[in-house]
T-cell receptor, first 114, second 113 residues
Framework: GENVEQHPSTLSVQEGDSAVIKCTYS??????FPWYKQELGKRPQLIID?????GEKKDQRIAVTLNKTAKHFSLHITETQPEDSAVYFC?????????????FGKGTLLTVNP | EAQVTQNPRYLITVTGKKLTVTCSQN?????MSWYRQDPGLGLRQIYY???????DKGDVPEGYKVSRKEKRNFPLILESPSPNQTSLYFC????????????FGQGTRLTVV
């Protein structure tokens, strides 16, 4: 089955700096890679996702890049703000048809210091 | 309001006493799943359901059962809970399979003593 590794496990940055979280996956057939943000005591929420036919996707201060050859994808947050502090999870899955088996990384605790 | 609702939010129980955590969604989503979240281990999928009467094992199904008799409900059953099932549980639903956003419930914190 799929195995998703996520690094680093904790990341501390100054407000305004950029933050990068990296993930690798094992199943070369995986084609869907979402990122979820979980604030303290709350539920995970989707912030951005990318499919294997796309190399990069941006949404305001957030971007995700995918390297299919190397089987890794990364989350980039620019101009970080204190409200970006949360745990971020990457995930991978072999999408299509009725498949719904999503494998998550172990999470990255991001702290943005004012 | 579109939502996924889990009950109870908090539960303390004793080893061996059967319990059910309910999950209901009002978005007419086909797919539902259960995850457990443990410190340092992230979110691990327990079971998922692609449609009514169709369920399948995730990565950590041992000790759990599920059913999907109606589209909106997907209860998680622990027939004989053990302390290693102490965890934070999340139910999620999505419109279709992989490739569509998963909407999570508020979570259920379960303690088995």
């Amino acid at each position: 089955g799929e195995n998703v590794e996520q690094h680093p496990s904790t990341l501390s940055v100054q407000e305004g700096d950029s933050a990068v979280i990296k993930c690798t996956y094992s199943d070369s057939a995986s084609n869907y890679f979402p990122w979820y943000k979980q604030e303290l005591g709350k539920r995970p929420q989707l912030i951005i996702d990318i499919r294997s036919n796309v190399g990069e996707k941006k949404d305001q201060r957030i971007a995700v890049t995918l390297n299919k050859t190397a089987k890794h994808f990364s989350l980039h947050i620019t101009e970080t703000q204190p409200e970006d502090s949360a745990v971020y999870f990457c995930a991978g899955a072999r999408g299509g048809g009725s498949n719904y088996k999503l494998t998550f990384g172990k999470g990255t605790l991001l702290t943005v210091n004012p | 309001e579109a939502q996924v609702t889990q009950n109870p939010r908090y539960l303390i129980t004793v080893t061996g006493k059967k319990l059910t955590v309910t999950c209901s969604q009002n978005m007419n989503h086909e797919y539902m799943s259960w995850y457990r979240q443990d410190p340092g281990l992230g979110l691990r999928q327990i079971y998922y359901s692609m449609n009514v009467e169709v369920t399948d094992k995730g990565d950590v199904p041992e000790g759990y059962k599920v059913s999907r008799k109606e589209k909106r409900n997907f209860p998680l059953i622990l027939e004989s809970p053990s302390p290693n099932q102490t965890s934070l549980y999340f139910c999620a639903s999505s419109p279709q399979g992989v490739g569509t956003e998963a909407f999570f419930g508020q979570g259920t914190r379960l303690t088995v003593v």
